[in-house]
Structures are given as C-alpha cells and as structure tokens.
Nanobody, 124 residues
Framework: QVQLVESGGGLVQAGGSLRLSCAAS????????MGWFRQAPGKEREFVAA????????YYADSVKGRFTISRDSAKNAVYLQMNSLKSEDTAVYYC?????????????????WGQGSQVTVSS
C-alpha cells in the first residue's frame, strides 16, 4: 500500500522560507516521478515542481522558478520542496504526488498517489 505523508507547512511572513517534506512508503521515490502541487481557496490545483530519474530532471512552474527547489533523498525515500522568498500568493495547501516516470510532469493525471496535504500560509 502506497502512502505519502507531507510535513513542514505552517505560517511564515512574506520573504521567509519553509521546507516541505514528503515521506513515501510502498514505493521507491527514485523509481517514480514525484511532484508537488498546490491548491489555493477557490482555485484549481496547480503544478508546482517535479523530479524524476536520478534527480537530474527537475521541472518547475514559472511562478516558482528561482525561488523553490525540489530534491530527493533516496536513502530516506523522501522528497522535499525548499521554498524561499515566499509571497502571499504562495498561500495554499501543498500536495505531494507520485506516479509513472514516463508521464508528463505537469499533469495531475500523471500522479496515481497523493498525500493528505500541508497548509502553507504566507502573511504579507
């Protein structure tokens, strides 16, 4: 049984940083595509970042490029999202997903498994 558990969300001031973690069980993160999506109130869930392969392939939404970094720790079977220079518009519930590495990184349909979500609130 696959399980993804996010942690690390919270309240931070604009310009601050947070790191989200996604601990996986029932699958090997290095064999899957691992992604982060987010959903703000009243909005659709949107792609944030993804990683696949040996970690050399990373993908980012334009809105977070240069501020967010996705990484993976195979020994811990976990994926991380380092978020710097946070803005109020980054406020959302962040979800970790896992899927086939052969599918497009930015599509929700790529991801077969999802975590429960972690709230990130950025105050201005």
């Amino acid at each position: 049984q696959v399980q993804l558990v996010e942690s690390g969300g919270g309240l931070v001031q604009a310009g601050g940083s947070l790191r989200l973690s996604c601990a996986a069980s029932g699958l090997t993160v290095s064999s899957a595509i691992m992604g982060w999506f987010r959903q703000a109130p009243g909005k659709e869930r949107e792609f944030v970042a993804a990683i696949r392969g040996s970690g050399e392939f990373t993908y980012y939404a334009d809105s977070v490029k240069g501020r967010f970094t996705i990484s993976r720790d195979s020994a811990k079977n976990a994926v991380y999202l380092q978020m710097n220079s946070l803005k109020s518009e980054d406020t959302a519930v962040y979800y970790c997903g896992a899927g086939s590495p052969l599918r497009p990184a930015g599509s929700q349909s790529t991801y077969d498994y999802w975590g429960q979500g972690s709230q990130v609130t950025v105050s201005s």
